[in-house]
């Protein structure tokens, strides 16, 4: 199997950042929140088209809002802290 070995792994605490690089790249950026199943297709060479990967790990994403008709769960919030 391909070693996966991207250009740029960018992790930020600025998320003007981490969205400048995404849109600056396009298709050959990829979001992760962690990774494990991500870097598994890329071993296998199923997104061979990314070159840069852009952690959102660092952005302050990890909450739970609890609203009068909603929860919000942030997009890196680990499930163990939901239970």
């Known amino acids: 199997m391909a070693v996966f070995r991207p250009e740029e792994f960018l992790l930020t605490e600025k998320k003007e950042e981490a969205l400048g690089k995404l849109k600056s790249e396009g298709k050959h950026a990829h979001i992760i929140a962690g990774g ?3 870097y598994e297709l890329a071993r296998r060479g199923y ?3 990314v070159k840069h990967v852009v952690s959102i790990m660092k952005l302050g994403l990890d909450y739970l809002k609890d ?3 909603s929860v919000t769960i942030g997009a890196t919030m ?3 802290n939901l239970l």
Do not use: N, R
């Open 36 to 38: 494990t199943g991500f």
């Open 47 to 49: 997104i061979p088209e």
């Open 67 to 69: 609203g009068p008709t």
């Open 78 to 80: 680990k499930l163990q």
